[in-house]
């Protein structure tokens, strides 16, 4: 038991300094204080500061406690994401479906798969931009990114009632770049950032590589628990709140109007900016209500790409932030990235101006509605239990039957040649621990289900 709490000591401290919470040279919190705050022996606290110091992370210096060593620590994302098991990791969660292995099946993964994506578009944009494409197209970007893809991204935003012009939008190599670019030049190390729970996996990876301190808030049909948003807004002091917009990720929730209103007025009252990734606006039958919409990129900032309607392969995304920021931001840019990929952006541009695009999307909806009926169908017959409003999104949100544990029926699917994403990848406070979100287009396939009923009875015996 000692040694278990000695090494509990250890990784808390450890934590710390990884995650700049304690920075070089400072003094750690006394062995009588830290008891007390843990429940841990002083005795315990001893050996462990002992234990650090002989590993040279901390300094003890006579009559005066112990000391951050003076040499910096590399930040680790292992020691600063909290789940106890990697399978519910939201970067072990990536990797596994990034990873190719001969015969893996992934329907806990996040896109298309190739057969779903606009093959013949991008090959008759690649063929035209190869014919027609003047030498500028190898050259670096300019600072904002290729003018005529902005506009482009302007009239879509427009369409969702969004006002952004052709100078407010700076791309970005994908929406995940374009959120690091904005949680850069907005927020500090230790900032508090606000998130909904569920939220997209990676949102947390993130916010964790900036080392900024997460804190979510309940999301349900509807949109963020107001109450519980007011409350935190109050007492945890966020810099900024990171959603979705319109289809969230991983509910298919959306936002509506009188939430947003609520939301939107905290987050006045409390100097609060908001994120909203639009990043699965192409697939939505009838756009949701926008944060942006409604307050005119005041303090919201839009961030998106196409990678989900287009190719994962097209690193294109963008930023539309308020004009009084924009040339700072563009110099932020510049100096983090020099210049964007002007061949992909020009790329970008021709499929997604090619009229049979509008005929793919919707095609694209109509698929997914088709294939979220028939999985939905197959694991209602497992005892899931379906917690979508509608189909037509790339997930089903689920729970599990009998209210198994997701991790563990993930950990047996692995066995079985099956990545899962159970539903704490997707949760900050560990409540989704019977939950679990599935990719219609990825479990379209009856091995998938034949699969997953093994799993599902291996997981009801181990469970017994």
Known sequence: MAAGQCEKVMTLIRERISSRALLPGEKLPSVRSLASTTGISKSTVVEAYDRLAAGGLIEARRGAGFYVGSQPVPHSLKTASRPTHREVDPLWMSRQ???????MLSPGCGWLPESWLPQHIIARALRGLARNAGPQVLAYAEPKGFAPLRTLIARRLAA????????DIVLADSATSALDLVLRFLTEPGDTILVDDPCYFNFLAGLRAGRLRVVSVPFSPGGPDVEAFAHLAETERPRLYLTNAGLQNPTGWKLSPVTAHKVLKLAERHDLLIIEDEIFADIEAEPAPRYAAMDGLERVIVIGSFSKTVSAA???GFVAIRPDWVEDF????IASRFGGSQLTEALLHAVLSDGAYRRHVDALRTRLVASGEAVAAELRALGFEILNPVLGFFFLWCRLPDSLDATMVSKIALEHGLVLAPGNVFSQSGRATDLMRFNVAQSDSQQVFRLLRDVIAQARRAGN
């Open 97 to 103: 479906a990034l990873e190719p292995r001969p015969g």
């Open 330 to 333: 563009t110099d932020f840019r």
């Open 314 to 316: 097209f690193r294109t």
């Open 160 to 167: 969702r009632e969004v006002k952004a012009g052709v100078e």
